[in-house]
């Protein structure tokens, strides 16, 4: 069965510090593997997309890297500001069939 | 360009009465999609529209009716509601058929239904 872990479930860091989200998942045939950042009362909004020749993808202060090999995945967050408190989905698809696998996200909070 | 419009945003229900979820795009998107969002677990998908014209099951389909009326509307209904759809409802769409391609999928507000 497809699954998607993510970790640690939740967060808490100081505005300014850094810190990395991970995800592990066992999608097989892989696709691609995106990032969405998901604001309390919010839909889902793309912050990466990585397929499997791709190692590494920046969106301004968000870097997410892809390990392939291992089946892993991280996002990490520079110089946190406070608008980064959301919770962060990892989402993989394979290349058989229509449908994603989502992780339960990871729910940051960065305090001032 | 309002991207992924989805009504009502708050809705309560009573167990046994139906409604229906409606949800407009205007991005010109080929496919459509409904997932629900419970607690501790990851987006599920409902059904989803390939095209105009066509719909097919998700991971968790039971209790849900889908009609694509055109390429810019997807709506979900509950013929007859039950707790257990007690959710948040997301409505989405991408520009081409498959959910698996590296192309951006974009989510509506959500709805949060609640089933008493």
């Known amino acids: 069965k497809n699954q998607v872990e993510q970790s640690p479930q939740s967060l808490i860091i100081l505005e300014g510090k850094n810190c990395t989200l991970q995800?592990?998942?066992?999608?097989?045939?892989?696709?691609?593997l995106r990032w969405y950042k998901q604001d309390t009362g919010r839909g889902p909004v793309s912050l990466t997309i990585?397929?499997?020749?791709?190692n590494t993808k920046s969106n301004g202060r968000y870097t997410a890297t892809l390990d392939a090999d291992t089946k892993q995945s991280s996002l990490h967050i520079t110089a946190s500001q406070l608008s980064d408190s959301a919770s962060y989905i990892c989402v993989v698809s394979a290349t058989a069939g229509n449908m994603l696998t989502f992780g339960g996200g990871t729910r940051l909070m960065v305090k001032p | 360009n309002a991207g992924v419009t989805q009504t009502p945003k708050f809705q309560v229900l009573k167990t046994g009465q139906s409604m229906t979820l409606q949800c407009a795009q205007d991005m010109n998107h080929n496919s459509m999609y409904w997932y629900r969002q419970d607690p501790g677990m990851g987006l599920r998908l409902i059904y989803y529209?390939?095209?105009?014209?066509?719909?097919d099951k998700g991971e968790v389909p039971n209790g849900y009716n889908v009609s694509r009326l055109n390429k810019r509307e997807f709506s979900l209904r509950l013929e007859s509601a039950a707790p257990s759809q007690t959710s948040v409802y997301f409505c989405a769409s991408n520009k081409y058929p498959k959910e698996s391609s590296g192309n951006t999928i974009y989510f509506g507000e959500g709805s949060w239904l609640t089933v008493v």
């Open positions: 990585m397929t499997f020749s791709e």
């Open positions: 995800c592990n998942y066992t999608v097989s045939p892989f696709s691609n």
């Open positions: 529209s390939a095209s105009e014209g066509t719909t």
